[in-house]
Nanobody
Framework: QVQVVESGGGLVQAGDSLRLSCVAS????????IGWFRQPPGKEREFVATINWSGESTIYANSVKGRFTISRDNAKNTAYLQMDSLKSGAPAVYSC???????????????????WGNGPLVTVSS
């Protein structure tokens, strides 16, 4: 199994930037894809971005394309979500999740990953 723990959430103002981190541990040796998601209270989870095991391929939700950047440092077993030009709105829990390479990394677009973190809350004020 793989465990993931996120950090970096908080309260920021519209237009600010924030970087989230996702540290993986456990059986990471065979490679794993990472996805980022967000979920406002009382609403469904929404796909944000995903990156494949090598870091060579990424996919973004249209709502964040051009503003968010997903990356990873496999030497540190850490993935990142750099969020720029944040927009005000309802607070959301940002979670990362991991899956083995037997799944295509694009499966993250439908939240199809195996190991989930609890995620920090991100609040963007106007």
């Amino acid at each position: 199994q793989v465990q993931v723990v996120e950090s970096g959430g908080g309260l920021v103002q519209a237009g600010d930037s924030l970087r989230l981190s996702c540290v993986a541990s456990g059986r990471t040796g065979s490679g794993y894809h990472i996805g980022w998601f967000r979920q406002p209270p009382g609403k469904e989870r929404e796909f944000v971005a995903t990156i494949n095991w090598s870091g060579e391929s990424t996919i973004y939700a249209n709502s964040v394309k051009g503003r968010f950047t997903i990356s990873r440092d496999n030497a540190k077993n850490t993935a990142y979500l750099q969020m720029d030009s944040l927009k005000s709105g309802a607070p959301a829990v940002y979670s990362c999740a991991a899956s083995g390479t037997m799944r295509p990394f694009a499966a993250a677009r439908v939240c199809l990953l195996d190991y989930w973190g609890n995620g920090p809350l991100v609040t963007v004020s106007s």
